[in-house]
């Protein structure tokens, strides 16, 4: 059963500071890890889809890498801004083949100015 | 282009009650999953749709939990005999293909329910 775990649960930083955010896995037999960022009382927003094939996928600011061996995954976000204050969650497969995807609780960022 | 919508966007409700909840997917998606997100829970996966094919429903917590989608588009999420601990924000997401084919999933703003 796959168990996906982030820390660390809140991070606050000063503007300008580059910042990496973890996600663990259990079940390294992942075909992708999605990172979504939600904002207070909306939906989630997709940020980057890393298929298994990859080690990293860029967007931006933002990069996020990928390591199946070791059941790891960071999300590196550069030149923090306040306006990236939000909570940041990672989601792998269920296991099995599943489109059922396990959440981590996610990272509460905030970003002082 | 419209993203994916929900209704209501708040419900409250008394114990004992059905509700609806409603996801309007975005136009030619062929994904379509709901998700429960409560209190220091985090995001639990309710079911998924994908075509025509049957439904993934391994994620209900009940059996007074059941889903729709009609026509491959709208879909329907309905809780019988509601609980407190039904109290969640109710989440919607489409993609254009499913998670194998790396189809990202956009998501609605959700609908809060809220069982007295």
């Known amino acids: 059963k796959q168990e996906v775990t982030q820390i660390p649960a809140a991070l606050s930083v000063p503007e300008g500071e580059n910042l990496v955010l973890n996600c663990s896995f259990t079940?390294?037999?992942?075909?992708?890890l999605q990172w979504f960022r939600q904002d207070p009382g909306k939906g989630l927003t997709s940020l980057l889809l890393i298929q298994s094939s990859q080690r990293e996928q860029t967007s931006g600011r933002l990069n996020a890498s990928l390591d199946k061996s070791s059941g790891r995954s960071t999300l590196y976000i550069a030149a923090s801004q306040p306006g990236d204050s939000a909570t940041y969650l990672c989601?792998?497969?269920?296991?099995?083949?599943?489109?059922?995807?396990?959440f981590g609780k996610g990272t509460k960022l905030t970003v002082n100015p | 282009g419209a993203g994916v919508s929900q209704s209501p966007s708040n419900k409250v409700t008394e114990k004992g009650k059905d509700v609806e909840l409603r996801c309007d997917p975005i136009?030619?998606?062929?994904?379509l999953y709901w998700y429960r997100q409560s209190l220091g829970q985090g995001l639990e996966f309710l079911i998924y749709?994908?075509?025509?094919?049957?439904?993934?429903k391994s994620g209900l917590p009940s059996d007074r939990f059941s889903a729709e989608r009609t026509g491959g588009s709208v879909s329907t999420l309905t809780i019988q005999r509601t609980q407190q601990e039904d109290s969640a924000v109710y989440l919607c997401?489409?993609?254009?293909?499913?998670?194998?084919?790396?189809?990202?999933?956009?998501f609605g703003p959700g609908t809060r329910l809220t069982v007295l």
């Open positions: 136009s030619g998606h062929t994904a």
């Open positions: 997401a489409s993609s254009p293909a499913g998670r194998k084919r790396g189809g990202t999933q956009y």
């Open positions: 079940d390294s037999a992942i075909y992708n």
């Open positions: 749709f994908q075509g025509n094919s049957a439904p993934d």
């Open positions: 989601a792998g497969p269920s296991g099995g083949g599943s489109e059922k995807l396990v």
